[in-house]
């Protein structure tokens, strides 16, 4: 069976613009000791990373994981998000990606709002149709006035 509609990304359909590639000798990466929920293993290893842009003096601290190659990851796509936003400002990827949200949560409020209203308007529909019947008088009264 095949389908009319396809279910597309938004995001695909505006073409989001590249990420933004840091060079590693701009980069300053330190390792150090993690803090918070976690217990003794996240206070023993060194697992949190912390990398700063020497041209932007920007710093970001990763320890979302207890694994020191995927916090690498993580501070490596965060401080290209964040060096892009002071750049780009309005046209970065993450403020891109913000837009689309707010849109599509707009959407969804409307027709939320859409959908409430005509059920409202049906539901005063039908009590005017009740009141309506109700003022009309019925034949056993109409047959008594006759007699």
């Known amino acids: 069976m095949t389908s009319h509609f396809t279910s597309q990304n938004v995001a695909a359909a505006t073409q989001m613009p590249p990420r933004l590639v840091l060079k590693e000798e701009d980069l300053e990466e330190a390792f150090l000791r993690g803090s918070g929920p976690g217990g003794q293993k996240i206070a023993k290893t060194s697992s949190a990373v912390q990398l700063k842009h020497v041209p932007t003096g920007t710093t970001i601290k990763s ?3 207890r694994s020191r190659s995927q916090n690498r990851k993580i501070a490596r796509r965060l401080l290209a998000e964040k060096i892009e936003a002071a750049e780009k400002g309005p046209e970065s990827r993450a403020a ?22 005509t059920l409202q308007d049906a539901r005063e529909g039908e009590e005017e149709e009740v009141e309506d019947d109700s003022d009309e008088p019925s034949e056993e009264k109409v047959k008594e006035e006759r007699v």
Request: zero cysteines; glycine letters at 0%; proline letters at 0%.
């Open 63 to 65: 320890q979302a994981t």
């Open 96 to 117: 891109l990606k913000a837009e689309i949200k707010r849109k599509k949560k707009a959407s969804k409020s409307k027709k939320a709002r859409r959908k409430y209203k």
